[in-house]
């Protein structure tokens, strides 16, 4: 048996070209998931040919899926219909017959393996592994020079298309399930919060904004109560005090607005600017009145989101947070809400420490800091539905009155008590059970370090 080169190289030519035709499809059908179209559209605007077209694919991108679903179908069997016949009997089987092998049905079960091995390696190398890589890594160049002789198949095969979708379609139907589109398939939040962590992981997107993702995602969750300066720490001026009185709580507290109560803070009636209280003329006789601006007032258990929105509408940068009894719980700014998203933002006039600060083991909070954030920068499972902050949440796991120092063991930390006013925890320091405490701000007097 002599080896038929004329047949032998255009059946070669063929095996590569159907190799090829199935990279072809699989490359466009990874490009166009992959390819965003807003890249598309901005090429197509800057006059991109190749853009158009690939922007008229990916507009549809169900039809031309399908399109390359089934290029790849017909590849794949011309692939296994001519490619193994023809290695395995123009080549193999000859080659075999040379070196003396005359058994025929050994030389049929060998050029079989062998051309199988051939036929199934240039499939999975060069017609699926390969393409696919290249789409995924240039998406954009992919999708640009294929996209026009896609849209050639898609039109040349369209009625076979239309009758196969419809045919899987329909045979969904039957057995109850609703056929799905590849632009239905919306990310859950869950979905997209994994999508990010390997995107950081990857080095795509950097600390600062995994981090501002993370907070919008809170943002939508948080209510007004969570964040809201609660009444305690209000400073606020009053109409049945005098104006000088009132002048000395504002150079003593340096505030940009002050809610403007009748006798306490239950009744609120406005707010001031510290500006309209500066450029006053300071030889005539004024009244908290004459500066009063509107305020608005929500409900503790607004979100945030509203709030904001509601702000935005009536140009106000206060709120006050009213609990379920109609009394004042808190107060809201423009500023405390964007918190949420960029993280704390301080001006000239702010002293206090960060929500919280790191230092070794050592972990300081802010008693009004949430305690899911807590759990979350601790790795920790603190669950309390009556409270909403950590000091809160400490406070109620004391007996007694409260005082620096006091301190509780919870899920292997100690919860330690650094700053109080009155009745209210306002620094917590955080650290590993035995750990001692060395050079932390805020940290407890010597007397209390002894006793730890």
């Known amino acids: 048996m002599e080896l038929e080169w004329d047949l032998i ?9 159907l190799v090829f035709l199935n990279g072809f499809f699989v490359a466009s059908e990874f490009a166009l998931v ?30 031309y899926l399908s399109a390359t679903q089934l290029g790849i179908t017909l590849a794949s069997l011309g692939l296994g219909w001519v490619g193994e016949p023809a290695i395995a009997d123009l080549i193999i089987a000859p080659l075999l017959h040379e070196f003396g092998v005359t058994d025929e049905t050994l030389i049929h079960s060998i050029a079989f393996a062998v051309a199988f091995c051939i036929i199934t ?8 592994l390969a393409p696919k890589s290249l789409a995924i890594q240039r998406s954009v160049g992919v999708s640009l020079w294929l996209s026009w002789p896609l849209l050639m198949f898609y039109r040349l095969f369209l009625p076979f298309i239309w009758l196969l979708n419809g045919a899987a379609n329909r045979l969904l139907k039957l057995v109850g399930v609703e056929p799905a589109s590849e632009h239905d398939a919306a990310h859950t939040e869950e979905e997209i919060r ?7 992981k990857s080095g795509i997107i950097d600390k600062d904004e995994m981090t501002l993702f993370d907070n919008v995602f809170e943002f939508a ?13 209000m400073d606020c001026l009053f109409t049945n005090v005098s104006y000088a009185d009132n002048m000395k709580v504002v150079y003593s507290t340096k505030h940009t607005r002050y809610p403007v109560g009748v006798e306490d803070k239950d009744q609120i009636v406005g707010f001031v600017h510290i ?53 004042t719980a808190g107060m809201l700014t423009a500023e405390t809400i964007l918190e949420e998203l960029v993280g704390e933002l301080q001006d000239e006039f702010d002293d206090e420490l960060p929500n919280v600060v790191i230092k070794g083991e050592l972990t300081s909070v802010d008693g009004r800091m949430l305690i899911e954030d807590v759990n979350d920068l601790l790795g920790l499972e603190i669950e309390d ?48 059970n035995k750990i001692a405490l060395v050079d932390a701000p805020d940290k407890p007097s010597r007397s209390n370090q002894d006793s730890q």
């Open 221 to 233: 969750d948080r209510v007004a109560r969570e964040i809201m300066l609660p009444r305690t720490d």
């Open 275 to 327: 500006t309209d209280l500066l450029t006053a003329d300071p030889d005539e006789e004024h009244n908290l009145k004459e500066f009063l601006r509107p305020i608005l007032s929500v409900p503790e258990s607004m979100e945030i989101s509203k709030v904001l929105k509601l702000m935005q509408r009536r140009k106000s940068q206060v709120a006050i947070v009213i609990d379920e009894y109609g009394g």
């Open 385 to 432: 539905d009556e409270v909403d902050s950590i000091g809160g949440w400490l406070f109620n796991h004391l007996e007694g009155t409260i005082s620096k120092g006091q301190k509780i063991i919870h899920e292997g930390y100690v919860f330690e008590i650094a700053q109080t006013e009155r009745l209210r925890v306002q620094r917590v320091h955080i650290y590993k």
């Open 9 to 17: 190289f255009w059946n070669v030519v063929l095996v590569l070209f």
């Open 34 to 63: 992959k390819v965003r179209q807003s890249r598309l559209t901005q090429l197509s605007k800057e006059g991109n040919v190749r853009a158009k077209y690939a922007l008229k694919v990916n507009q549809r991108l169900d039809a």
């Open 194 to 200: 994994i999508l990010m962590d390997e995107s950081a």
């Open 121 to 128: 390696f240039l499939h999975i190398v060069l017609g699926e």
